[in-house]
């Protein structure tokens, strides 16, 4: 560090010498470095003598003070006194790869009438400003622009916007719209195609050529371009696909008038030459079509066989018949029942053109002309027989409308292949009728072949039988003859055990009848001995009852008599008490004085009496027992 010091020492005074000689040079000598990467742009400060800018002039070409239109490209200038001009350092400007510069005049003439863009002038790619100004270079929006590069541009003049390039992606089509030209003619939608100006990337060569403003009619592809914006501007939309089995009937708004090709007998559009206004009269073809959907429209029509259902629960891909339902028709007898039909159809590539101009599109084929023709010819049918007739003759039925449908669709250049009736649903009472009355019939027919079999049956298992009998025949016929010796046999030796048993049952009578008689007097001897037991047992049971009543009363007698009439019975009373272990006093009841009597001696007397009461119960009781015993030996 210290070994540089001195290096420093002797290298300050040499910067500050060169700033010094710099600064001398430019203040006496008007000295300016423009570098290699720059470029002066000047203003003139004032000057000794001469004009002023001219009115409405930003930009000085003839020395006038202001701002130059003369800049420096990189170099040495000498005699730019720093008190006379002022300049200013401006980078290059760098248009990058996938960029294009859009240029903006602050200065110049000015637009031509009804013009939005510059015209193109001699001026380097606007590098030289003086030559831009000199050619009359027209103030604003330009129409040339800058491509991807390095340039030397006088900012004080020309302003630079930098913007995409235009693609084209692959499978697209560039609709262009263009903002500056002529106008259109009057009942145009587009401008006609020019030539010359290279897809548009040329706007002074197509506004040249005579290119009108707004919609174009050509159209471009996949790629890359240098379109001003300013000038035109593209839509991308993609192309027009037409699958293999379908054509492309092309009906344009633009182009020439063309003659009619469909002939006299067509009254409904004309069909020209293709890129002539109306419909084409040939279709575009399978493939990918770059056609501008503005000015041309496509109505892709198929050429292969078209089914369309008039059925409630089935549609096809095509969805031509989404709209299409089953058909209700009414028959002679008065029922109402749905059916299903399918139609196809056809249309040559050749009459596609035709049925376009006729009806505008597909979906329209179908409402107008083949949902009432189909419909209707099957309700007309229907009206005209009962349904039974209907549903019997199907199949001619399904031929008349395949003719008759077929005649009318050829008057619209359509092909009728075929015309099939599908599922036919009758009324529900009327099917039941109709289901019994088959169920009936096969019934019958059941029935029939039944009993025609059991017929046959009988006859074979009766010849079967006889066949298989025979041999049985000779022996049962001579078994009968053994049969009928063997019941005489049998009869006699039953007539002899008949007589045996009338024998034996007279005698077993008699003995039945000897031993009933001596059971009947034995019963009756047993009953008279048993109802004389039976007096005499109740005369001593009455006696009995009659003496034990006598002595109970003698007894009683006796107590009344000895005790009292109310004593005797407040005995028995006591008795019945004691009996159930009931107390009617206590057996000592002692009174207080309020009470009345002598306490004490009251309770002594009652004791005592009862003593003696219960000691002349003692002695009745006694005599009844004896006097009981006394009886019962009389009785025995």
């Known amino acids: 560090m210290n070994s540089l010091v001195p290096y420093l020492l002797w290298a300050l005074p040499v910067v500050v010498i060169l700033l010094l000689y710099k600064s001398v040079l430019r203040v006496f000598f008007g000295m300016v470095i423009v570098p290699d990467d720059r470029i002066g ?60 510069g859009l240029v ?25 400003a003086i030559a831009f100004l000199n050619n009359n270079g027209q103030k604003g929006p330009q129409a040339a622009f800058l491509t991807p590069g390095s340039y030397r541009i006088n900012n004080f003049l020309f302003e630079i916007e930098m913007v995409p390039v235009t693609q084209v992606h692959e499978n697209k089509v560039g609709i262009v719209t263009t903002l500056d030209g002529e106008p259109l003619e009057k009942g145009e939608i587009a401008g006609v195609s020019v030539a010359g100006h290279k897809n548009y990337q040329d706007p002074m060569a197509f506004i040249n050529a005579g290119g009108m403003k707004g919609l174009q009619e050509d159209v471009i592809l996949a790629g890359t371009y240098y379109l001003n914006p300013w000038f035109a501007i593209v839509e991308q939309v993609d192309m027009i696909y037409i699958p293999i089995g379908y054509v492309g009937v092309v009906n344009s708004f633009v182009g020439p008038e063309g003659k009619d090709t469909s002939g006299d007998s067509f009254k409904h559009g004309n069909i020209v030459k293709r890129n002539e206004k109306g419909v084409w009269d040939q279709p575009l073809d399978p493939g990918k079509h770059p056609v501008n959907i503005y000015t041309h429209a496509v109505e892709v029509v198929p050429t292969t066989n078209i089914v369309l259902n008039w059925a409630d629960s089935r549609t096809e891909a095509h969805e031509l018949d989404k709209n299409l339902c089953t058909i209700t028709v009414r028959s002679s007898d008065g029922f109402t029942f749905n059916l299903d039909v399918s139609q196809i159809i056809h249309i040559p590539r050749n009459e596609a053109p035709k049925v376009i101009a006729r009806f505008g599109n597909m979906r329209n084929l179908v409402s107008q002309v083949l949902e009432p023709t189909i419909a209707n010819y099957f309700r007309n049918s ?111 030796a039953s007539k002899g055990e008949a007589e045996a048993k009338t024998i034996n049952a007279t005698a077993d009578a008699e003995v039945r009848i000897t031993i009933a008689k001596a059971d009947a007097e034995a019963k009756i001897v047993n009953a008279k001995a048993d109802a004389n037991a039976t007096e005499l047992n109740g005369a001593a049971e009455a006696a009995k009852i009659k003496a034990i009543g006598l002595s109970e009363a ?45 306490g004490m001696i009251d309770a002594l007397i009652g004791n005592e009496m009862l003593k003696k009461l219960q000691k002349a119960n003692e002695v009745t009781d006694s005599q009844e027992k004896g006097t009981k015993n006394k009886n019962d030996k009389g009785q025995e």
């Open 104 to 128: 903006k005049a602050k200065d110049g003439a000015p637009m031509d009438t009804g013009r939005v863009l510059g015209k193109p002038v001699e001026c380097d790619k606007f590098q030289d």
């Open 382 to 492: 229907a009206q005209k027989s009962d349904v039974i007739e209907f549903l019997a003759n199907r199949v001619q039925r399904q031929d008349d409308a395949k003719q008759h449908i077929s005649k009318v669709l050829d008057d619209y250049n359509v092909v009728g292949v075929d015309t099939l009736i599908g599922d036919i649903v009758p009324p529900a009472a009327l099917m039941k009728t109709l289901t019994d009355r088959k169920i009936a019939e096969q019934e019958k027919v059941t029935y029939e072949i039944q009993r025609n079999a059991q017929i046959e049956r009988k006859e074979f298992e009766s010849a079967k039988a006889g066949a298989d009998m025979q041999p049985e025949v000779v022996k049962s016929t001579r078994q009968v003859e053994i049969n009928t010796q063997m019941a005489a046999s049998k009869v006699a």
């Open 554 to 598: 003698e007894v009683t007698k006796q107590k009344t008599q000895a005790m009292g009439t109310e004593q005797y019975a407040i005995v028995r009373v006591a008795e019945a008490l004691a009996s159930h272990g009931i107390k009617l006093v206590p057996d000592i009841l002692v009174s207080g004085k309020d009470g009345g009597g002598n």
């Open 41 to 100: 742009l000047v203003v003139k400060k004032y000057v000794l003598s001469g004009g002023r800018l001219p009115d409405g002039r930003i930009i000085a070409i003839n020395g006038e003070a202001g701002m130059q239109a003369k800049a420096l490209a990189p170099g040495l200038y000498w005699g730019m006194w720093p008190w006379q001009y002022s300049i200013n350092m401006a980078p290059f400007t760098i248009i990058e790869q996938g960029k294009l």
